[in-house]
């Protein structure tokens, strides 16, 4: 596997008020656990240069006006920062911007175009975006919550309106629903958008029966979930909504917007944003989850995937789940676990047979039967329960026994 890792130091210069959770930090530190675990030099990992997304790229999702606030208005921070005057100033609700935002924002939404070439011309094989700031609660006309331009709908409208592709599929486990995201492409059926998001939650968008509309009817799908919800509910909605809904789509390429703040890690330390008591996976859910999604990819669309870094505002959890998504990229199952499993459960259970069963009613899914899934590895399943085979008996010839 060649794993394309796009990251630019401009991602530290869009800064925020102190305190503010969406500091550049965030991405410095997945940076410093890379560098600690001598990964930079990994065989198979690329690094390469993101470019800023063009103004023309941008208004493929965003309005032309809008654009030209953001830089008119990071221009002006630019200027009064370099007289001594006032160098932060609010762009939208609960987003901020500085003198060098514009340029970081157009960073983050031309790195998954970089990823994009580099992918459609045969050079990676996936790749991961360490980007800053976030993109997918940005709606066309505005910056809402921490994002200023969308970056993964900035890719899916770069891939159809460039490389011709017809199916995008776009994966959001961030813990907070893609509003922005969904509205884009809400009328769109060359895009499948699907969420699993905690609800009711910010920005309070997202319901199930939100499903689009028109000719994009049926290529929305979003998983609202209580709080307290874990991996034994994420993973059952993936294998069972989400895969068979992607198998059904076919798409040509795979987008993830990789947002960690649906760790248990967030439940503690950031009251009032990711929350309490917030979703209970652990980096090693999420890496499951991962997995499920690198399948995927693998069976419909020739392993063509990127994650495109959203929110996770714990630095080390944060850190922890972005160098596993790249160690999973690479063909490596492993997880970088600072924190493990999460210290306690909630005290009722979701009946997760009842929930998938009405998800497939929903979405249209009742019945229906993947034709692309992929084969079980029996040896490896027959490891994972037994151990190493000690029998004298060749692989071939107990495969062969097993299918009988």
Not at 35 to 55: F, I, K, S, Y
Not at 79 to 84: L, P, S
Not at 323 to 345: E, F, K, M, R, W
Request: charged share 20%; aromatic share 8%; glycine share 8%.
């Amino acid at each position: 596997m060649t794993t394309a890792l796009i990251y630019d130091p401009i991602f530290l210069a869009h800064r925020v008020p102190p305190g503010h959770p969406e500091q550049p930090q965030r991405v410095e530190m997945v940076m410093a656990y890379l560098r600690e675990l001598r990964w930079l030099q990994r065989e198979g990992l690329v690094q390469l240069p993101p470019r800023a997304a063009t103004v023309d790229e941008l208004a493929a999702v965003h309005d032309r006006d809008y654009i030209q606030d953001v830089e008119t208005v990071c221009h002006q921070m630019a200027y009064q920062e370099a007289t001594g005057g006032e160098d932060i100033i609010m762009l939208g609700a609960d987003t901020y911007a500085s003198g060098a935002s514009y340029t970081a924002a157009r960073t983050a939404a031309g790195a998954p175009l970089v990823a994009i070439d580099a992918m459609m011309k045969g050079e990676i094989d996936n790749a991961y975006c360490l980007v800053r700031p976030p993109g997918h609660h940005a709606v066309p006309e505005a910056a809402l919550g921490f994002c200023i331009f969308n970056n993964v709908a900035v890719a899916a409208r770069y891939a159809i309106d460039h490389y011709g592709l017809e199916r995008v599929m776009i994966i959001d486990y961030d813990v907070h629903h893609g509003n922005g995201t969904q509205e884009m492409f809400y009328e769109d059926p060359r895009v499948l958008y699907f969420s699993v998001h905690q609800a009711p939650f910010y920005p309070g968008t997202g319901l199930s029966e939100e499903r689009g509309e028109g000719p994009g009817l049926g290529t929305t799908i979003n998983i609202p979930l209580p709080a307290g919800c874990g991996f034994e509910t994420y993973e059952p909605i993936f294998r069972q909504v989400m895969a068979p809904a992607a198998d059904r789509f076919d798409p040509q390429l795979i987008l993830v917007s990789a947002g960690f703040d649906a760790h248990w890690k967030h439940t503690e330390t950031q009251d009032g944003l990711a929350v309490q008591p917030g979703m209970l996976l652990s980096t090693a859910g999420f890496a499951k989850l991962n997995e499920i999604i690198i399948n995927l990819a693998s069976t419909l669309c020739e392993g063509r995937l990127i994650m495109v870094q959203e929110g996770g505002y714990d630095l080390q959890a944060t850190a922890s789940c972005a160098v596993t998504c790249i160690n999973q990229l690479l063909g490596d199952d492993a997880a970088v676990d600072s924190y493990g499993p999460p210290p306690h459960v909630p005290a009722y259970r979701i009946n997760t047979d009842v929930l998938i069963a009405e998800l497939r009613r929903i979405h249209q899914l009742t019945g229906y039967r993947m034709r692309n899934a992929p084969k079980p590895d029996i040896e490896k399943l027959r490891r994972e329960m037994y151990g190493p085979s000690t029998s004298s008996t060749s692989s071939s010839d107990q495969d062969k026994k097993d299918e009988q």
